[in-house]
């Protein structure tokens, strides 16, 4: 679900809603106005970011990187996996419907291995979700050499910048290094070629484990832009933050779904208030 509000595009993820804009974008709302588009959505709350790439270090942060792609500014170890993806994968831009008819195969296997709250969705929710992504999305896909399909990754382009949305990775053929390849080629292409002013792999990642961000961050000169959380709550999303906000380490020790679902709203919760 999408809505406008403000000529802001604001989209409900899980019932968070986002808006649809580049993270250097600073977006200010009065009381008024997180009230009328809490009502309109129907969000439980609103999440939204300030003061981007801010020299204070902060609890929150995007994953980018600002500078130009290229094999001489890695070390030789990384410099050799980049070179191994490159020559034992095949990289390139896409359609869609690349996706659409071969994508749910890695999709299903890369979410087996994740620990998250998350459930996997059902293929024909995977591939309708596909097809309603606007025009501003661009797809590539990594096959092996007898023509697999073993990785693919969803880039949304907005102002300039690239956010790697989406990007999974068929865990059997990890040993092809596809990773190495796909992360240096759109790299390249974004950063050198397009000469884009950054890309992104999104934002801190609150509702599961995942070592993504490390490995950019180690291999590929990706750093953090610090920023500062904000959100608002739903009336009665808001009492019950309040109420079970002193249990968190209690509510944060339990598998159970409900409360694993509760460990992320509070997890939010505790992010806003360390950034003050």
Not at 51 to 73: A, C, H, N, R, V
Not at 117 to 131: G, H, P, R, W, Y
Request: net charge positive; proline share 3%; with cysteine.
């Amino acid at each position: 679900m999408t809505i406008e509000y403000n000529d802001i595009q604001w989209f409900n993820y899980r019932g968070t809603l986002l808006p649809d804009t580049p993270p250097h974008h600073n977006i200010t709302l009065s009381a008024q106005e997180k009230k009328q588009l809490l009502k309109k959505s129907g969000a439980y709350f609103l999440r939204w970011t300030t003061d981007f790439d801010t020299l204070q270090e902060t609890s929150f942060w995007y994953i980018i990187k600002d500078t130009q792609e290229g094999l001489e500014t890695y070390n030789s170890k990384t410099r050799n996996q980049i070179k191994k993806g490159l020559r034992l994968c095949h990289v390139e831009k896409i359609t869609r419907n690349v996706i659409l008819n071969e994508g749910y195969e890695v999709y299903r296997k890369a979410f087996d291995h994740y620990q998250t709250v998350q459930k996997q969705v059902e293929q024909n929710v995977f591939q309708s979700a596909l097809s309603s992504l606007e025009e501003n999305w661009e797809f590539w896909s990594v096959r092996n050499d007898s023509g697999k399909l073993i990785a693919y990754s969803q880039n949304h382009i907005l102002d300039n910048t690239c956010n790697y949305s989406i990007i999974k990775l068929d865990p059997d053929f990890l040993s092809l290094y596809p990773a190495y390849a796909l992360f240096f080629t759109m790299n390249d292409y974004y950063l050198n070629t397009r000469r884009m002013r950054y890309v992104h792999d999104g934002t801190r990642s609150i509702a599961h484990q995942t070592n993504i961000h490390n490995f950019l961050c180690d291999k590929f000169n990706f750093r953090k832009a610090y920023c500062t959380l904000h959100l608002a709550y739903r009336p009665d999303i808001a009492i019950m933050v309040k109420i079970l906000y002193p249990f968190r380490h209690f509510i944060h020790s339990i598998s159970y779904p409900l409360c694993q679902k509760l460990s992320v709203l509070i997890k939010h919760e505790e992010i806003r208030r360390a950034n003050g």
